[in-house]
């Protein structure tokens, strides 16, 4: 079967006509194939979801238990047959529960890999390399200019600078899903034992975690007692981005502003964004991860979406590998 027959672009999103189900759509459908629980991939209102556990127990989470009109859940390693189309889900390494999906027809394999990275995640099952015709790999950071650094090192710096400067409060502004327990994770990691203090939009999620068996260590939440702003002076305190441009943040003593973000790469977005602090750390693959990746699938065609994908396929031409961007609107880099 021809690769564009088993799957192709659609302003609701990729989409399958022979097991007449979408992956990852942007709009409502009757059958939903879902990668991972970030908004801009997974969507409230499709009549049926089909994900990982982890990842249908996370839209729950976040849009209520009467997010899909009914919900099927994907074992990891395991085909399923959807209208005579094999699929099964594979781990991505980006969040808990994340999942590239494999789509096999007529002899023909794609794996659509959603958002995903290389390296370890103490929060996470790690990315599995899943062998096929077709590979078709995000590029949010499909640029050579973007290599992250060393988790431990980056990690390192901002437990230098508790240290160094014990009247400050740290925020770190990390995302709800995925990237905030990665940090509390990895601080745990380095030795950190005390509480680390947390936004109230990420209590319920954090609770999830934790409910999964990874241990975030003692947690609680980042309330300002009246009169005690002092109260905070040489602690951490992990919040959403978006809560660091209201009065919340405002409250702590002096704060040490972070951002952890792959995006902390460009010096720009950490000035505009008033970061003392920038963490480079990312749930995305870089440069090398991504074209590292590709060849590792042996793909001998790829397809290039949501980021930048103009370089990642000049790179696929000049290795011989046949490649386009898909052009898909609806997805952000909600996750950085």
């Known amino acids: ?186 601080i745990r990691k380095a030795g950190y034992a005390e509480t680390i203090f947390i936004h109230g939009a990420m209590e319920k999620l954090c609770t999830y975690y934790r409910r999964q068996g990874i241990d975030l260590g003692p947690l609680a939440p980042a309330t300002i007692d009246k009169g005690a702003r002092d109260q905070f002076a040489g602690k951490i305190i992990v919040g959403p981005p978006s809560a660091f441009a209201d009065k919340w943040a405002r409250r702590f003593p002096d704060p040490v502003a972070c951002f952890a973000s792959g995006w902390m790469r460009v010096r720009q977005r950490a000035k505009q964004r008033g970061v003392e602090l920038p963490l480079i750390l990312s749930d995305h693959s870089d440069w090398d991860e991504l074209t590292q990746t590709i060849r590792d699938t042996g793909a001998s065609e790829v397809w290039v979406t949501h980021g930048r994908e103009e370089a990642l396929v000049r790179w696929c031409e000049l290795s011989q590998i046949r490649a386009k961007p898909l052009n898909l609107v609806g997805y952000e880099d909600e996750a950085e």
């Open 1 to 186: 079967m021809k690769p564009d027959k088993l799957l192709h672009p659609t302003d609701k999103g990729l989409y399958c006509p022979p097991g007449d189900f979408f992956i990852d759509p942007v709009k409502p459908v009757d059958r939903a194939l879902i990668t991972h629980g970030h908004a801009d991939h997974a969507r409230a209102g499709h009549a049926h979801v089909m994900a990982t556990r982890e990842t249908l127990d996370i839209m729950g989470i976040r849009y209520g238990e009467n997010f899909a009109g009914a919900t099927q859940e994907a074992t990891l390693g395991k085909a399923v047959t959807i209208n005579g189309v094999t699929v099964s889900f594979h781990p991505a390494g980006h969040v808990l529960g994340s999942a590239q999906i494999a789509v096999e027809a007529g002899g023909t394999r794609i794996v659509a890999s959603g958002d995903y990275k290389r390296r370890a995640d103490p929060t996470c099952a790690g990315f599995e390399v899943v062998p096929c015709d077709v590979f078709i790999t995000e590029a949010t950071f499909g640029l050579p200019v973007f290599i992250h650094p060393d988790d431990g090192g980056e990690i390192a710096r901002l437990l230098d600078s508790v240290a160094r400067f014990p009247e400050r409060a740290h925020l770190v502004g990390a995302y709800a899903l995925g990237k905030a327990q990665r940090v509390i994770a990895l």
